[in-house]
Nanobody, 122 residues
Framework: VQLQASGGGLVQAGASLRLSCAVS????????MGWFRQVPGKEREFVAA???????HYTDSAKGRFTISRDDTTTMVYLQMNSLKPEDTAVYYC?????????????????WGQGTQVTVSS
């Protein structure tokens, strides 16, 4: 299985971006898909996740601004990010978990994408 993240870029505060994650290979739609982000010198942190039923979970800083979605017919996962802030600047990674239960730990996920840079200027 391979995950390919895209859609990052340089935007001003208040702008929007939509990240995409293309999932290829022998995968199964029952696995939870998630987005994480990381800045240099810090641990990779959970941003959002979605299960096969469409249930979602967000980190507090993303609630109300970010929306995660998935299209299992095209095996794509999206992260719509609105009202971006400078503190959202990071490399964003998509990931596929080993189970169908949403969790926020940054360890144990089965597959990771290569990351896409998001930079928000003030």
């Amino acid at each position: 299985v391979q995950l390919q993240a895209s859609g990052g870029g340089l935007v001003q505060a208040g702008a929007s971006l939509r990240l995409s994650c293309a999932v290829s290979g022998r995968t199964h739609v029952s696995y939870v898909m998630g987005w994480f982000r990381q800045v240099p010198g810090k641990e990779r942190e959970f941003v959002a996740a979605i299960n096969w039923r469409g249930n979602t979970h967000y980190t507090d800083s993303a609630k109300g601004r970010f929306t995660i979605s998935r299209d299992d017919t095209t095996t794509m996962v999206y992260l719509q990010m609105n009202s971006l802030k400078p503190e959202d600047t990071a490399v964003y990674y998509c990931a596929q978990d080993r189970s169908s239960v949403i969790r926020t730990a940054n360890t144990g996920w089965r597959y990771w994408g290569q990351g896409t840079q998001v930079t928000v200027s003030s």
